[in-house]
């Protein structure tokens, strides 16, 4: 009778909690989107609007990630 590695819990741990698992992966997710957001805005140097259709998402979509995730521009960066 062979067991799977993958199923056996060492001693002294717990399962991690679905709502957990959840949690982190949504902070994973916020993360990656927030980093792409950063990347997309400093490579065309804080032009929304290029840096929207560079992430494949319409302008108003950005904007409201730029506030959701407070995101502001470096200060020798103009936003027009």
Not at 27 to 51: P, V
Not at 58 to 65: G, Q, V
């Amino acid at each position: 009778m062979s067991t799977n590695p993958t199923a056996i819990r060492m001693p002294g741990t717990s399962s991690p909690n679905p709502g957990d698992l959840k949690k982190m992966v949504r902070g994973l997710k916020e993360d990656a989107e927030f980093e792409a957001i950063a990347r997309a805005l400093d490579k065309t140097n804080w032009n929304r609007k290029q840096a929207a259709g560079e992430l494949r998402i319409s302008y108003k979509a950005l904007l409201y990630k730029i506030k959701q995730y407070g995101i502001q521009p470096p200060q020798d960066t103009p936003t027009a």
